[in-house]
């Protein structure tokens, strides 16, 4: 990467990104800045997030629309970080062990 591109949100801390390797604890969750990226995240552990929601909150989170909103998301989602609940029909973050990852229904 150049240094006048912007950095992966989904990268590692070597990467000067928002997501640490390995799984989400709660004490993990809590440590996360940005503030939006913990707030995301706990929106998924409580209700559940509908698409419209998780798009809008990955944009604030990634501080932009777009590339890095999208990197952001798929980093979330290739960690196990955040799955489809296909029976709650929502997004929903998940503790603990990495899984594969989850995609919603076309």
Do not use: N, Y
């Not at 998940?94 to 995609?103: E, F, I, N």
């Amino acid at each position: 990467m150049r240094s006048s591109e912007p950095p992966d949100p989904a990268a590692g801390p070597d990467g000067d990104g928002l997501l640490p390797e390995g799984p989400l604890t709660m004490s993990r969750l809590l440590a996360l800045e940005p503030e939006p990226l913990r707030r995301l995240l706990t929106l998924g552990l409580r209700a559940g997030l509908e698409e419209t929601e998780l798009e809008r909150l990955c944009e604030i989170a990634a501080g932009s629309p777009g590339p890095a909103a999208a990197d952001l998301r798929a980093g979330l989602q290739q960690r196990g970080w955040l799955g489809w609940d296909a029976d709650r029909r929502r997004w929903r973050t998940r503790l603990g062990a990495a899984t594969s990852g989850d995609q919603a229904p076309a």
